[in-house]
Structure formats: C-alpha cells, structure tokens
C-alpha cells in the first residue's frame, strides 16, 4: 500500500482540547503546551485501497482552568500544514480554502479532573472553512508532578466541515480524518499567562 506523508494541523486543534487539567479537581492550574512535545498525526483513506498519513506540531491558544473545569481555546494556522509533497500541500490548502479562513479553531469546555490518571470529556465546537460542528472528545490524562501526558483520539468529517473532498495522486481523499493527539504539558506559575490569540 503507497503512504504519502502529510502535516494536516487540522488534528492540531486536539492537542489544546487537552489543556484543561487541574492538579486535582479543588486545584486552579493553568497549564501551557510544551512547544516540541506535541505529536498529532492523522490518517485518512485515499481512494479503494491507498491511506495518506501525516504529522503536526503547531498550536496556539489559552487554557483557563477553575476547580469546576476548564475554557480552551485554541487556534491553528492554515499556513502551518506542510508536508513533503508541493502537491499535497496545495491540495489542502485549497480544499481549507486557506485563502479566506486562514485557521482553524476549537472553543471548549472540560468537566474536572481528580487524581493523576483520569480521562476528561472535552465538549465545544470546532470551526474551519466557515462552518461550525460540535465536538466531544474524551482525553486520557497522566500527571507526574508538574507535567500532564495527554492521549486522545477522534474522528472529524470533511463533509460535516463544508470541505469537499480533494484529490491527491490521481485518487480522493476519503471523508472520515482519524486523529490522533499525544502532548506533554505543564503547569505555570501563579501569575504567569497562558499564551492567547
């Protein structure tokens, strides 16, 4: 089976979901993605019997966390997919229509979270090329002192975003976008803001 690599940021938008963990659910912890310590990859179908496949890394957005939960907000540019295919790229961008909505965005929301293993339910919306779907995630959290491992995985629909579908190598891409997200974050200092847009 052929695999052509690609960076599609759009699994990006997982990673910030992910920034709504408190220290223990009385605590009220900020924490900041740790900029090389963010995998996000996903894989789509290309055609009967090819996948396509890619990384990112790229994020931007503020995590506020209270002891009831957290408010995320997180942004990724259009400009921040890359690959290592031209075509590709072009593709994407032109199926993103980058052009007129240059990022896509997460508004979101987090119920507490107790102890140092736990899985959150992140809810909001995901917003890219001008329409707006709900989003549910469920999120795998590990926290050693000042450090959260996250882990999360979830589908997104290309139909239900408005993107129609591009073709790449001759063969279309497939509807359904599985992503994948693994991030290291930690916790800030009182006083300390998280990065915002």
């Given at each position: 089976m052929n695999r052509t690599t690609i960076r599609f940021s759009l699994a990006a938008l997982a990673a910030a979901l992910l920034l709504g963990?408190?220290?223990?659910?009385?605590?009220?912890?900020?924490?900041?993605?740790?900029?090389?310590?963010?995998?996000?990859?996903?894989?789509?179908?290309?055609?009967?019997?090819k996948q396509i496949s890619g990384l990112a890394h790229t994020l931007e957005g503020s995590v506020q966390m209270a002891a009831t939960g957290g408010q995320i907000k997180l942004r990724l540019p259009i400009s921040a997919i890359s690959s290592g295919s031209s075509l590709v790229d072009s593709a994407l961008r032109s199926a993103l229509d980058s052009q007129q909505f240059p990022?896509?965005?997460?508004?979101?929301?987090?119920?507490?979270?107790?102890?140092?293993?736990a899985t959150l339910r992140l809810s909001g919306t995901l917003r890219a090329h001008g329409a707006t779907i709900p989003l549910a995630v469920p999120v795998k959290v590990s926290r050693d002192g000042r450090l959260a491992f996250v882990h999360a995985e979830f589908p997104v629909s290309l139909t239900a975003l408005g993107v129609s579908r591009p073709t790449v190598l001759?063969?279309?891409?497939?509807?359904?976008?599985?992503?994948?997200?693994?991030?290291?974050?930690?916790?800030?200092?009182?006083?300390?803001?998280?990065?915002?847009f």
């Amino acid at each position: 089976m052929n695999r052509t690599t690609i960076r599609f940021s759009l699994a990006a938008l997982a990673a910030a979901l992910l920034l709504g963990v408190p220290a223990s659910a009385g605590d009220s912890t900020r924490f900041a993605i740790e900029e090389d310590e963010v995998l996000i990859g996903f894989s789509a179908g290309l055609g009967a019997h090819k996948q396509i496949s890619g990384l990112a890394h790229t994020l931007e957005g503020s995590v506020q966390m209270a002891a009831t939960g957290g408010q995320i907000k997180l942004r990724l540019p259009i400009s921040a997919i890359s690959s290592g295919s031209s075509l590709v790229d072009s593709a994407l961008r032109s199926a993103l229509d980058s052009q007129q909505f240059p990022a896509i965005e997460l508004d979101a929301t987090s119920n507490p979270a107790g102890g140092d293993n736990a899985t959150l339910r992140l809810s909001g919306t995901l917003r890219a090329h001008g329409a707006t779907i709900p989003l549910a995630v469920p999120v795998k959290v590990s926290r050693d002192g000042r450090l959260a491992f996250v882990h999360a995985e979830f589908p997104v629909s290309l139909t239900a975003l408005g993107v129609s579908r591009p073709t790449v190598l001759g063969a279309q891409v497939g509807d359904q976008v599985d992503v994948t997200v693994d991030a290291r974050l930690h916790s800030l200092p009182e006083g300390q803001a998280v990065a915002s847009f």
